[in-house]
């Protein structure tokens, strides 16, 4: 486990490796591209005025897009243990690429509901296995020692350049035109980070991302049927990983219900304050200033670990999201809305970074792509079904301060039972 005092190097130190530079580029063009697709089909589906979407279409958006792959996903992720990872990156990158292209296409012809849908799960479903693939290649490039630290650098600078190509989708939007055949070309660019991002991946040599051992059945379809019993094994065994697991379901709680309400608040009852923004624009400066939090958040969590240790610090990042709901997200106004999306953020980044840190150092390389798949697809689940909850009972305008005060509460009991489970393995170990 991370303990206090094991990360302080500064990031040219962490840039050192080549390895550790190539992947992170790899990372930032796919994420760019993600954050091209995103902002592009949200556009396309939810402020374009040739179609309409009210609460429950916009949580089944969600549960479509994420749902089918998160259930999936945990047997895929045995294939992260088994095949070659730098060959898992370089096949998904290309095989998203021609997924978007077709996904543009049916923007542009007007596709509408489970076809358009299927189509997005797709990109999004390769997205989320290559991201668990970066994931599991980590510890491959960077040293045991450096791990909070490098992958703070990789997920904070990631998420930014998403949130840059979201923020690119809205520009091109602006050139290219709002309606059907303008997004289908705003999604189409998307293309340009799978490509880029395959390319860099290729440049590894065959094996050096792992799996440097393989403990799996000889048969892959008995392999993979594992999966999921086996990272969930994985993550039993492993207290800083069970416990991290707790507080990660907690925030993917809160975090489900802020974001359905937030959508709802632009779309449907914010209007413009001044320099501030409603509609796709405002979503786009929300998306800036939780980009700056999650900057943040990457900035001090390496020095909070080495000073405080990642119980202390998980412990306050959950505090800080709760007293984030209640103090700036309570008043439901369009500049605390802003605000509270950033520290946030900050509070979220804080938590996932310290968990992530864990499994890559914790969990044996033979099973920690079925932990991450695992990882990933529970979370989801989640935050999904936070969401699809809270569209069957707030009302389309957003405003719903006692679904907000819930959110609030989950991050208190998730608080606790963070602090129960790692105080019981503590005594444990005793």
């Not at 089918?68 to 045995?78: H, I, N, R, T």
């Not at 119980?311 to 509270?340: E, H, K, M």
């Not at 989640?382 to 989950?410: I, K, S």
Request: glycine content about 12%; hydrophobic content about 55%; overall charge positive.
């Amino acid at each position: 486990m991370v303990t206090a005092g094991t990360e302080r190097s500064g990031v040219r130190e962490l840039l050192a490796p080549p390895g550790f530079r190539r992947l992170l580029l790899s990372r930032f063009a796919s994420q760019w591209g993600d954050g091209v697709y995103q902002a592009g089909l949200a556009g396309a589906v939810l402020f374009n005025p040739e179609r309409a979407a009210d609460a429950l279409t916009i949580a089944g958006g969600f549960a479509a897009l994420l749902l089918p792959y998160s259930v999936l996903g945990p047997f895929a992720g045995a294939l992260l243990d088994r095949w070659d990872r730098r060959q898992v990156l370089v096949v998904a990158n290309l095989l998203r690429a021609v997924a978007i292209g077709m996904s543009a296409l049916s923007v542009g012809l007007g596709t509408e509901g489970v076809p358009l849908f299927a189509l997005a799960l797709v990109v999004m479903g390769i997205s989320r296995f290559a991201g668990c693939g970066l994931s599991a290649s980590l510890p491959h490039v960077v040293p045991p020692a450096k791990l909070v630290g490098a992958n703070a650098l990789a997920t904070t600078l990631g998420s930014i350049v998403a949130v840059l190509g979201g923020g690119c989708a809205i520009a091109l939007r602006a050139v290219l035109g709002q309606d059907d055949v303008g997004s289908a070309w705003t999604t189409a660019c998307a293309i340009a980070g799978s490509l880029v991002a395959a390319v860099i991946a290729a440049r590894f040599a065959r094996g050096e991302l792992g799996p440097s051992t393989v403990d799996e059945p000889a048969v892959a379809v008995l392999a993979v049927a594992r999966g999921l019993a086996d990272g969930a094994r994985a993550v039993l065994r492993t207290p800083s990983v069970r416990a991290g697991f707790l507080g990660l379901f907690a925030h993917r709680v809160g975090f489900g219900i802020s974001l359905l309400l937030t959508v709802l608040l632009m779309r449907f009852s914010f209007t413009d304050h001044g320099l501030l923004r409603a509609g796709l624009t405002g979503l786009g400066q929300l998306a800036l200033l939780a980009g700056a939090g999650l900057l943040l958040g990457g900035l001090v969590t390496p020095r909070l670990v080495a000073r405080f240790g990642p119980r202390r610090v998980i412990t306050a990042g959950l505090l800080l999201a709760a007293a984030s709901l209640a103090g700036l997200g309570l008043p439901l106004v369009l500049p605390t809305v802003l605000l509270a999306s950033f520290t946030l953020a900050v509070a979220g980044q804080l938590v996932k970074l310290c968990v992530d840190a864990a499994i890559q150092q914790d969990v044996g390389d033979e099973v920690r792509g079925r932990v991450f798949a695992c990882y990933d697809a529970l979370f989801t689940i989640t935050q999904v079904a936070a969401v699809v909850v809270t569209a069957l009972v707030a009302p389309l305008d957003g405003r719903a301060p006692g679904v907000l005060l819930v959110a609030t509460a989950v991050y208190g009991v998730g608080a606790l039972g963070y602090l129960a489970v790692t105080r019981s393995s503590i005594r444990t170990s005793e």
